[in-house]
Nanobody, 124 residues
Framework: EVHLVESGGGLVKPGGSLRLSCAASGFIFGDDDMTWVRQAPGKGPEWVSS????????YYTDSVKGRFTISRDNAKNTLYLQMNDLKPEDTAVYYC?????????????????WGQGTQVIVSS
């Protein structure tokens, strides 16, 4: 059974940093491309960033380019999102999602697997 567990969210002031982690289990992590998706209050899901299965290729939505870095450690079955220079508009629940059934970059398919999410609040 695929299991994705995000951690690392919290409350941070504008300009601050957070590092999100996603621990994966139940599948061969190194076989799948992976994606971070976020959902702000009252809004639909938004694609944030994707990484291919070996970490060689990364992609970002325009609003986070230069501030966020996606990475993965296949030996540890873990996906990361380093978030710097955070802004209030980054406030959202962040989800780790497999991108097994639809090519990256972009939103995963309906059949992909989602974690439970981790809350990020950027506020002074």
């Amino acid at each position: 059974e695929v299991h994705l567990v995000e951690s690392g969210g919290g409350l941070v002031k504008p300009g601050g940093s957070l590092r999100l982690s996603c621990a994966a289990s139940g599948f061969i992590f190194g076989d799948d491309d992976m994606t971070w998706v976020r959902q702000a209050p009252g809004k639909g899901p938004e694609w944030v960033s994707s990484i291919n299965n070996d970490g060689a290729s990364t992609y970002y939505t325009d609003s986070v380019k230069g501030r966020f870095t996606i990475s993965r450690d296949n030996a540890k079955n873990t996906l990361y999102l380093q978030m710097n220079d955070l802004k209030p508009e980054d406030t959202a629940v962040y989800y780790c999602v497999t991108s097994r059934y639809r090519h990256i970059p972009g939103m995963p398919s309906e059949g992909d697997y989602w974690g439970q999410g981790t809350q990020v609040i950027v506020s002074s």
